[in-house]
């Protein structure tokens, strides 16, 4: 069973930034592709960013040039740096690993004010 923690989340103005963390448990899968999906609501959960276990990115046309993911596979962990936020990205940010079945964090809040 693996399980991830993620922190970070927060009240920040527009413009500002932000950078969340996702743990994983077990360090065997730090190898495993991982990323970060959000919903806000009244919407579905969208992909936001992801990471294969070789460091190749993808983003949601979006976040492109204002966010950042990346990992840190001897401490286990990938991030997402959001810089220049704007309202419109304020959601639950859930961090997940794929592995024979995704794994899920808990979500973490992140609220933009205008």
């Known amino acids: 069973q693996v399980q991830l923690v993620e922190s970070g989340g927060g009240l920040v103005q527009a413009g500002g930034s932000l950078r969340l963390s996702c743990a994983a448990s077990?360090?065997?899968?730090?190898?495993?592709?991982m990323g970060w999906y959000r919903q806000a609501p009244g919407k579905q959960r969208e992909l936001v960013a992801a990471?294969?276990?070789?460091?190749?990115?993808n983003y949601a046309d979006s976040v492109k040039g204002r966010f950042t993911i990346s990992r840190d596979n001897a401490k286990n962990t990938v991030y997402l740096q959001m810089n220049s936020l704007k309202p419109g990205d304020t959601a639950v940010y859930y961090c997940?690993?794929?592995?024979?079945?995704?794994?899920w964090g808990q979500g973490t809040q992140v609220t933009v004010s205008s």
């Open positions: 997940y690993l794929s592995d024979l079945i995704r794994y």
């Open positions: 990471i294969t276990s070789g460091g190749s990115t």
């Open positions: 077990k360090s065997i899968y730090s190898i495993k592709p």
